[in-house]
């Protein structure tokens, strides 16, 4: 398996908290960069937040605050908390993997080489 697997989406109420996990092979998690992503249905796909293999992140403005990234080197796994819910939070939900390169702002999807499928994230008021 080559790719990052995500799960644990799910359908909440506004309000609510889900953690997303992405779980990745061995090799990917130790080295690549992992990038979560989300799409709002019939939109573009936006950066949500990204998490290196020493452990520092960063978040997008939007969600500064209630949105969490996180990672469990026992599992290969990355997760994204994510609290206070609102309706404008629907949508599928991507991690990416990326390699270190030189420049890279890890917040275009251009940076990322391994996707997931993604999972879905159902927000209702």
């Known amino acids: 398996q080559g790719q990052p697997v995500e799960s644990w989406g799910g359908l909440v109420q506004a309000g609510g908290s889900l953690r997303p996990s992405c779980a990745a092979p061995?090799?990917?998690?130790?080295?690549?960069?992992i990038g979560w992503f989300r799409r709002p249905t019939g939109e573009a796909p936006e950066w949500v937040a990204w998490?290196?293999?020493?452990?520092?992140?960063s978040a997008a403005d939007c969600v500064k605050g209630r949105f969490t990234i996180s990672r469990d080197n026992a599992k290969n796994t990355v997760y994204l908390t994510v609290d206070n819910l609102e309706p404008e939070d629907t949508g599928m939900y991507y991690c990416?993997?990326?390699?270190?390169?030189?420049?890279?702002?890890?917040?275009?999807?251009?940076?990322?080489?391994?996707w997931g499928r993604g999972t879905q994230v159902t927000v209702t008021s």
């Open positions: 990416a993997a990326g390699p270190r390169s030189y420049g890279a702002s890890y917040e275009r999807a251009a940076d990322y080489l391994y």
């Open positions: 998490i290196n293999d020493a452990g520092t992140s």
């Open positions: 061995r090799w990917l998690y130790e080295t690549y960069l």
